[in-house]
């Protein structure tokens, strides 16, 4: 019966491609690639002519039939623009699709910029927790990063290069000056990876570049919020920009865990 396979493929490095991965990018009869290009790339460094088609974020509800109609007839392999399909890539659709037709699906393993970030980060791997991509919007980033104050778990997010510095300094705002591995390139010719504090890494990254993933420490033991300088002045910058007492604090609260009385002591007090 014709299979859907989900391959990962290389994360910058194209060594890290595995025997496995490449013969069935071979037999397979098509594959579904998000980023057709780079996957080109790959295929001709390995002599690869399997045909392929594009799958990705703008048109991945609108190429399910054709997948599936196609997997009545032969294997189809999907391939991300570069790790595993379905880890904060175009994938997870088409295998819920796939298996409610009771097409066999079948894992490929290999490169994954999240478990190769989390062993070299240094922090404690048997307990971790992904994001993805962090929120572009500065609430909506703070409003997550606060659900993990007091999550003993370590955390793994993305974060694009000129989001980076706004992420670290909510991350400082939010969590606290924990300890954190800020992976850079990994993979790839530029590779860096910076362990130390959350300050430290908003003081060292002055102009980020490249693609990064954030692997946070989780906390040691529940830890009481404290009202910090740099909260102090968010209250302040939001009375100046005309916000409403009640709504800054509620919002800052919800943000922080910080009480709504400690709070609006903070905003009753003089600039």
Known sequence: MPTLYIVATPIGNLSDITWRALETLRTVELIAAEDTRKTRRLLTT???KTPMTSYHEHNKRAKLDY???FLEQGDVALVSEAGTPGISDPGYELVVAASQSGIPIVPIPGPSVVIAALAVSGLPTDRFIYLGFLPRRVNERRRLLGTMINEPATVIALEAPHRLRAALNDL???VGDQRIAVCREL??????VFRGTISQASEYFVEPRGEFTLVIEGQREARKPQLTPDIERWLCQMRLSGVAAKEAIITVSR????SKKELYRAWLRPA
């Open 46 to 48: 390995y002599k690869i």
């Open 67 to 69: 997948l599936l109609n």
């Open 172 to 174: 400082l705002l939010v």
């Open 187 to 192: 993979t790839k010719l530029h590779e860096e």
């Open 255 to 258: 943000q922080t865990g910080l």
